[in-house]
């Protein structure tokens, strides 16, 4: 798992650079998920120490929204007077959110071979089916 987290940490690092040397003006963790998503890409998502990391980090991911949550609460006065817009804009971002999210899931796992629904990848034709299913058509 070490050895993900120095991956990731490394794209994060070469992002930084990328944007300092160009002045781009996108975060330089941005472009360093960018090139590490195409370094997946290119490898078709053999990178076993990558996922491992990823998987611990999401695990993770409600101890990074405590300090988030503590800055809302500092800031409850003056958020309560502008309820109404950041209500809706939360509401259209996490409906878009949820889209992109959905979306993304569908296209990579035609790479991981996750996609066993309906219509999916690993489900099509008869030879897909289990012998004693066939068997059971067939009679």
Known sequence: MIQGLVLLVAGQ??????????????????????????????????????RRAGQ???????????PISVGIMEQFDALRADAW????????????????????????SRFDGLDDGPGGH???GPSAQSPARNEAHDG
Do not use: D, H, N, Y
């Open 56 to 66: 611990t980090l999401l695990m993770l991911v409600p101890l990074f929204l405590v």
């Open 122 to 124: 690993a489900a099509k």
């Open 13 to 50: 690092l070469v992002g930084e650079a990328v944007v300092t040397v160009t002045g781009l003006p996108v975060p330089g963790a941005v472009v360093g998920m960018v090139l590490v998503l195409a370094a997946l890409l290119a490898r078709k998502g053999r990178m076993p120490e990558v």
């Open 85 to 108: 817009p950041l209500t809706t804009a939360l509401l259209v971002s996490i409906v878009l959110g949820m889209a992109a999210t959905g979306l993304a899931v569908r296209w990579f």
